[in-house]
């Protein structure tokens, strides 16, 4: 019946990818948000957030002289292998390290960086859940919120320029910083997605509308000779009556 096919598209039981909010806006918000997601964190792990010139202060703080360093919340950029390949890879911050460069500025970019991956990371599974399960207006709500919460996160971490590092040594523009930018600016699209999404009952039965005491009836076979009839009345203010009776069959000689 109508009913049944409804309850079991809400459920999920049509299988994957069958899509109950629609096709366009959720396959986007797939995309998106997995474009996101890998910018976001390769600017939150990335050894170019910042880059630096070390003077000679750095020099007395055993720091190697060198041009346009660059710096990440968790690794900085490192020049000393030998192999030409790997010779600007990243590496992590050593103990000594981060006694020096880590005050409270650049421990909170850290913190703010960590919870926007949190809000990105249930924003993304949200929408690949999009493929497969109807989700209630409010759920859909709450992950537009959470997208917008990741963008303000990720826009805090750019107190990392009011460290101390930033502050004796410079800090300029980075291509990690570059990435923060782009992350902040896709996870308010993916708010704006996800506030534009459609329930379940906006995307399949929007375009129904039953005018008031209009009925329809639904007869089920039961297999036993009885048949299950259900009688579903409109009322005017949106909501329904709902009567169910069993009703044996007639034999076939009456």
Same mark, same amino acid.
């Given at each position: &019946?109508?009913?049944?096919?409804?309850?079991?598209?809400?459920?999920?039981?049509?299988?994957?990818?069958?899509?109950?909010?629609?096709?366009?806006?959720?396959? #986007? =918000?797939?995309?998106?948000?997995?474009?996101?997601?890998?910018?976001?964190?390769?600017?939150?792990?990335?050894?170019?957030? !910042?880059?630096?010139? $070390?003077?000679?202060?750095?020099?007395?703080?055993?720091?190697?002289? /060198?041009?346009?360093?660059?710096?990440?919340?968790?690794?900085?950029?490192?020049?000393? &292998?030998?192999?030409?390949?790997? +010779?600007?890879?990243?590496? !992590?911050?050593?103990?000594?390290?981060?006694?020096?460069?880590?005050? !409270?500025?650049?421990?909170?970019?850290?913190?703010?960086?960590?919870?926007?991956?949190?809000?990105?990371?249930?924003?993304?599974?949200?929408?690949?859940?999009?493929?497969?399960?109807?989700?209630? +207006?409010?759920?859909?709500?709450?992950? =537009?919120? /959470?997208?917008?919460?990741?963008?303000?996160?990720?826009?805090?971490?750019?107190?990392?320029? =009011?460290?101390? /590092?930033?502050?004796?040594?410079?800090?300029?523009?980075?291509?990690?910083?570059?990435?923060?930018? !782009? =992350?902040? $600016?896709?996870?308010?699209?993916?708010?704006?997605?996800?506030? $534009?999404? +459609?329930?379940?009952?906006? #995307?399949?039965?929007?375009?129904?509308?039953?005018?008031?005491?209009?009925?329809?009836?639904?007869?089920?076979?039961?297999?036993?000779?009885?048949?299950?009839?259900?009688?579903?009345?409109?009322?005017?203010?949106?909501?329904?009556?709902?009567?169910?009776?069993?009703?044996?069959?007639?034999?076939?000689?009456?």
């Amino acid at each position: &019946s109508v009913d049944r096919k409804r309850m079991c598209d809400r459920y999920g039981k049509h299988g994957c990818c069958f899509f109950p909010h629609g096709y366009c806006l959720p396959i #986007w =918000a797939i995309i998106i948000g997995l474009i996101t997601w890998v910018i976001a964190f390769n600017a939150s792990y990335g050894c170019f957030y !910042a880059h630096s010139d $070390l003077s000679e202060q750095g020099e007395r703080d055993g720091l190697p002289s /060198l041009d346009d360093f660059g710096f990440g919340l968790w690794s900085r950029e490192n020049r000393n &292998s030998n192999d030409e390949y790997f +010779r600007y890879r990243c590496s !992590a911050y050593s103990t000594d390290e981060r006694n020096l460069y880590f005050d !409270a500025a650049w421990r909170a970019a850290r913190v703010f960086a960590i919870l926007g991956l949190i809000c990105v990371g249930i924003g993304v599974i949200t929408a690949v859940l999009l493929m497969c399960f109807a989700l209630s +207006r409010i759920w859909l709500d709450i992950v =537009a919120i /959470l997208w917008i919460l990741a963008s303000l996160f990720f826009l805090l971490t750019f107190v990392s320029y =009011a460290s101390d /590092l930033c502050k004796d040594y410079g800090c300029r523009f980075g291509v990690g910083s570059g990435l923060m930018v !782009a =992350a902040v $600016l896709l996870c308010l699209l993916m708010a704006v997605i996800f506030y $534009l999404i +459609r329930d379940w009952d906006d #995307w399949h039965y929007g375009r129904v509308r039953h005018a008031a005491g209009t009925q329809t009836v639904t007869e089920t076979e039961l297999g036993d000779g009885t048949k299950k009839i259900v009688r579903t009345t409109h009322n005017g203010d949106g909501t329904k009556t709902i009567e169910e009776s069993i009703v044996r069959a007639r034999s076939g000689w009456w």
